[in-house]
């Protein structure tokens, strides 16, 4: 097991709000996992309000987050099942830097969206020989 000062600082570099680094593996070829935890204990019911604290069932899962030092970053991140205590709803908790059902962080999917849209962005003024800032200007236009 890593020692706590070397968790607090990937907790620090992981940089994610409530989230903590609990181990990490790293995998030569393949890159970094960092098993995380969602700190806060209460979560708030999407039906009646109340937060609750009753765990119904741990879901964990892999998601990607963005590269560091080169290297590609996985998350293993548990997505806990909660029991409402008050109206008895049974739901998955949010998570602010991971949407649902979806296997990569919201930095992640910024980050790829973005160069795509650069990297299109660049080539498609080449090619009509435009500055990306007039494409820019018809993207608005259009409201993308
Ligand atoms: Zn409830």
């Known amino acids: ?5 070397e968790l607090k600082l990937m907790t620090k570099l992981l940089n994610l709000d409530g989230m903590k680094v609990k181990d990490y593996q ?3 070829q ?3 996992t960092l098993y995380i935890e969602h700190e ?3 979560v708030p019911c999407p039906q009646c309000g109340k937060s609750t604290r009753k765990l119904h069932q741990n879901h964990r899962y892999v998601v990607r987050d963005l590269p560091l030092m080169e290297q590609s970053v996985y998350l293993q991140v548990n997505r806990r099942q909660m029991k409402c205590q008050n109206c008895g709803k049974k739901f998955s908790e949010d998570l602010e830097a991971i949407p649902k059902k979806r296997t990569y962080t919201k930095r992640f999917r910024q980050k790829v969206v973005q160069e795509t849209l650069e990297g299109t962005l660049s080539k498609t003024a080449r090619k009509y020989g435009l500055s990306e800032r007039e494409i820019e200007t018809m993207l608005k236009d259009l409201g993308k």
């Open 1 to 5: 097991m890593p020692s706590n000062p």
């Open 26 to 28: 790293f995998i030569e």
């Open 30 to 32: 393949v890159g970094i």
């Open 40 to 42: 806060p204990r209460a």
